[in-house]
């Protein structure tokens, strides 16, 4: 009798997707690290190491002791009564635990949450929005996931009805969006990152791609900017995304904005600005632009890839379509609460008037920490 599940008759749209950060090199490093469990000495080296994904702490980089401490009190909270607990933690950690934890329902890390996440956490990283950007931020934007990957699909699963709608994808991109393009059924629409300009966008490629894609019956129904970019590394001019507002308003295109690399900013010459800063000071509101913008504790100085945390906020949505997010964010019940409190302690770090702060982070002088 055959199979009654085999690749041919697997959904096309999971056999089309690739994903290259987990792809045939990482499968082969796999078997080269059983070969070295099980035949010690059979290779010219005794060790692997995964470079395929951003994941400092699996290289040997320190978790910020502050996000640690306030996590492992927020996940058993009966430490708060003991006394030897002033000894063990820092005061800062102590008082912003019992902070966060009064923002839960029951105090309960293992239960359920609203299905964009702690309402008290969302207030707080909307205020730290609104510290970075100068403009005010909503809570009810923000919508708390299981880092920024999860908003992706979710946004992509919104869009794509079927082949003929397309997304507007830089290149070089991270292979998220290819994959989850191809995963929901749309088309990829590339525009190609000049390198020569330090990997600067150009209105004109863009323009010049989303013209041939309309002239294919492609119904292009956003535009993906990496910022800072990813694999690039470049950091976007002011002027540059003040022009990629506008196009999209013109163009009709929601703006997909990736952010989650806006703590790792290197060069002396450069300046992160959101893309929710630009639109509003472009004078833009709610009625002008549908704007998603990424942030994930993953990246950045942080590194937390594996607690797996992070949110998109969303604005320049109607009712009826915001109402539809929610749904489907909905049927994932809610992202981890462990997650949800690292984004909120990321968006609203200790400030350097905190007596203890310098004691009890993990941090060298050049680390771009306070705000």
């Not at 002027?239 to 790792?264: H, P, R, S, T, W």
Request: hydrophobic share 40%; net charge neutral.
């Amino acid at each position: 009798m055959a199979a009654t599940v085999a690749v041919d008759n697997l959904n096309p749209k999971v056999l089309k997707c690739e994903y290259a950060v987990r792809g045939e090199i990482v499968i082969h490093a796999q078997r080269l690290q059983q070969q070295l469990q099980t035949q010690p000495g059979s290779l010219p080296f005794d060790e692997i190491l995964y470079c395929n994904i951003g994941n400092p702490q699996s290289l040997g980089q320190q978790p910020v002791t502050f996000f640690r401490e306030v996590l492992a009190l927020c996940d058993h909270p009966d430490l708060l009564k003991k006394e030897e607990i002033k000894t063990l933690f820092s005061a800062d950690s102590i008082s912003r635990a019992k902070q966060i934890l009064a923002l839960i329902p029951g105090r309960a890390t293992g239960a359920y949450s609203h299905s964009q996440g702690i309402k008290g956490l969302r207030d707080a990283i909307a205020s730290g929005i609104a510290s970075r950007d100068g403009f005010p931020a909503n809570a009810d934007d923000i919508f708390l996931t299981d880092g920024a990957s999860p908003g992706v699909h979710l946004m992509m699963q919104l869009l794509i009805r079927n082949e003929k709608d397309g997304i507007l994808v830089p290149i070089p991109q991270y292979p998220l969006y290819s994959a989850s393009i191809a995963l929901h059924g749309g088309s990829l629409v590339p525009y190609y990152l000049n390198e020569s300009t330090g990997w600067g966008l150009e209105i004109s490629d863009v323009k010049k791609q989303l013209e041939d894609a309309r002239s294919r019956g492609i119904d292009v129904r956003a535009l993906v900017v990496i910022n800072p970019g990813n694999p690039t590394g470049q950091v976007l001019a002011e002027e540059n995304q003040y022009d990629i507002v506008k196009f999209c308003k013109n163009e009709g295109l929601v703006l997909l904005a990736d952010e989650v690399y806006q703590e790792n900013i290197y060069a002396d010459n450069k300046k992160f600005h959101s893309f929710k800063k630009i639109v509003r000071s472009l004078g833009y509101g709610e009625e002008d632009l549908p704007l998603v913008s990424y942030q994930s504790v993953s990246k950045g100085y942080y590194g937390e890839c594996g607690k797996r945390g992070g949110y998109m906020e969303i604005t320049g949505f109607s009712a009826p379509v915001r109402e539809q997010i929610y749904k489907i964010a909905s049927v994932n019940l809610c992202s981890n609460i462990t997650g949800q409190i690292l984004a909120s302690l990321v968006m609203n770090p200790p400030k350097v008037s905190d007596m203890t702060l310098l004691k009890f982070l993990h941090l060298n002088e050049n680390t771009k920490f306070f705000r």
